[in-house]
């Protein structure tokens, strides 16, 4: 069974990088041919792919947060790191991190972390 976890601040400073890490069991990252993303959900609103690190280690992007966005991994510990530069109030979300095994299929989700942007 894969399991998912999210851990990082729940607070942030206007102007901060977001960092989470996302910590997988169960499975590997590395394992033929998963894409480990992240999602987010601002209050109201729906959910907002991010940006995934593909299993040979490719990062892709929404375009709308390509300029703030990074993620890696470190394949040592199966784990896969988010950060998000320059965040404002709107950044403010439910942040999850979740296995895709085919396209727009996310099979495996961790709990989520609430993260608020403010000074």
């Known amino acids: 069974q894969v399991q998912l976890r999210e851990s990082g601040p729940g607070l942030v400073k206007p102007s901060q990088t977001l960092s989470l890490t996302c910590t997988v069991s169960?499975?590997?990252?590395?394992?033929?041919?998963?894409?480990w993303s992240w999602i987010r959900q601002p209050p109201g609103k729906g959910l907002e792919w991010m940006g995934a690190?593909?299993?040979?280690?490719?990062?892709i992007y929404s375009p709308s947060l390509k300029s703030r966005t990074s993620i890696f991994r470190e394949t040592s510990k199966n784990q896969f790191t988010l950060r998000l530069s320059s965040v404002t109030p709107g950044d403010t979300a439910w942040y999850y991190c979740?296995?895709?095994?085919?396209?727009?299929?996310?099979?495996?989700w961790g709990q989520g972390t609430q993260v608020t942007v403010s000074s």
């Open positions: 979740a296995r895709e095994s085919s396209a727009y299929i996310y099979d495996y």
């Open positions: 169960g499975g590997s990252i590395t394992t033929d041919f998963y894409y």
């Open positions: 690190i593909t299993y040979n280690g490719n990062a």
